[in-house]
């Protein structure tokens, strides 16, 4: 057998555990949803999060070891998320990863949620290093080049709010379900005339590699109080809103990628995170890398929003490498990948 590594991922309102081997498959990959536990506050609370975590954690391991066909002797090392995320979340998943290594007797591996998510387009599709990366979800909206396992080095960064947080709260405007990203994608395709909105395009004519979303959800809001008539607002209206929000987005992305080219040398454009799932960002960076001459790489959607898999992955790369945390390792609410950025400009 190979090597086999359980990961358990906790940061935010999914409780995951994965088994996957370094042959690249996936044994288990078991995710438990609290969406309906969140649905009547219009977001993530953080302590329904953390408690829903405690009750869900030991059905969700037991469950991918049983699917994975194995028992925590097999496991060569036990993988979870030590941040950054909802601290009381990130904590229920580490300490019972550091439970399972002290009863199993197996190395413990404490991963950067973050990390997780930029070395799963290896996973997925063996990407090599170096290769540029769009990191893009709900929390998190950067630019990294990946030159190896721990090196990364930030080019580009959100100045204010998430890709992600714009599609979720255009959503929650739009009294769309949760999760509001997949929904307003959903709605962008009833469109029935796309081009009928133009909305601001954020740092235009600017030569940041930087983005911004804070100005294009006030522009969104101000549109849809302008078109709601007794606080709704036509199908018709929100979804050629939600097309036209959505390919805002995807060009802003895709236009700071194509600037960030010019500045490295890489083997691949590799998107990852929740939003990396939506179909006219991939469309609009598949383009780009044509252009460029590059394969453009995500790994398929389950991979993309969280999952254990990921971190399951991100140990075994580490543990490869002969790396294993301590037992004391700290829950972290803050963990940027580039532990020493350039100060980058708006």
């Known amino acids: 057998?190979?090597?086999?590594?359980?990961?358990?991922?906790?940061?935010?309102?999914?409780?995951?555990?994965?088994v996957v081997d370094a042959d690249r498959n996936i044994l288990s990959n078991i995710v438990f949803s609290q969406i309906a536990d969140h649905a009547a506050f219009g977001g993530v609370v953080?302590?329904?999060?953390?408690?829903?975590?405690?009750?869900?954690?030991?059905?969700?391991?037991?469950?991918a070891l049983k699917t994975a066909g194995i028992t925590g002797k097999d496991l060569a090392g036990i993988a979870a998320t030590a941040g950054p995320g909802l601290i009381g979340g990130v904590m229920v998943g580490l300490m019972t990863g550091k439970a399972l290594s002290a009863q199993w007797q197996k190395p413990f591996i404490g991963i950067n949620h973050l990390e997780g998510h930029a070395l799963s387009p290896r996973l997925s599709h063996n990407v090599p290093f170096p290769y540029l990366l769009l990191l893009v979800s709900g929390g998190h909206t950067q630019i990294l080049l990946c030159k190896d396992v721990?090196?990364?080095?930030?080019?580009?960064?959100t100045i204010d709010d998430a890709a992600g947080e714009c599609f979720d709260k255009?959503?929650?405007l739009l009294?769309?379900?949760?999760?509001?990203?997949?929904?307003?994608?959903?709605?962008?395709?009833?469109?029935?005339?796309?081009?009928?909105?133009?909305?601001?395009?954020?740092?235009?004519?600017k030569k940041t590699l930087n983005f911004s979303?804070?100005?294009?959800?006030?522009?969104?809001?101000?549109?849809?109080?302008?078109l709601s008539a007794d606080g709704h607002i036509k199908h018709d209206d929100a979804a050629d809103l939600a097309c036209a929000l959505q390919n805002t987005i995807a060009g802003?992305?895709?236009?700071?990628?194509?600037?960030?080219?010019?500045?490295?040398?890489?083997?691949?454009?590799?998107?990852?995170g929740g939003v990396a799932a939506n179909g006219a960002v991939r469309a609009a960076l598949e383009k780009i890398a044509g252009a460029r001459g590059l394969p453009f790489m995500a790994p398929p959607s389950a991979l993309c929003t969280d999952n254990g898999a990921m971190i399951a992955w991100a140990g075994i790369e580490?543990?490869?490498?002969?790396?294993?945390?301590?037992?004391?390792?700290?829950?972290?609410?803050?963990?940027?990948?580039?532990q020493n950025p350039v100060k980058l400009s708006a």
């Open 213 to 226: 979303f804070s100005g294009l959800k006030t522009a969104v809001r101000e549109r849809i109080e302008s």
């Open 46 to 63: 953080p302590e329904i999060a953390a408690r829903a975590h405690l009750n869900a954690i030991n059905t969700v391991v037991d469950q």
């Open 1 to 18: 057998m190979a090597l086999c590594v359980l990961g358990i991922e906790t940061s935010c309102d999914e409780t995951a555990a994965a």
């Open 150 to 157: 721990g090196d990364y080095t930030l080019v580009g960064a």
């Open 318 to 338: 580490r543990l490869q490498r002969g790396e294993t945390s301590p037992l004391d390792i700290p829950a972290r609410p803050r963990w940027p990948l580039d």
């Open 252 to 272: 802003h992305l895709s236009d700071r990628v194509s600037r960030a080219l010019d500045t490295v040398s890489v083997t691949a454009i590799v998107a990852a």
């Open 175 to 205: 009294s769309l379900p949760q999760p509001g990203g997949p929904a307003l994608e959903k709605l962008a395709r009833e469109a029935k005339n796309p081009a009928r909105f133009e909305l601001p395009r954020p740092l235009i004519g």
């Open 170 to 172: 255009t959503a929650k």
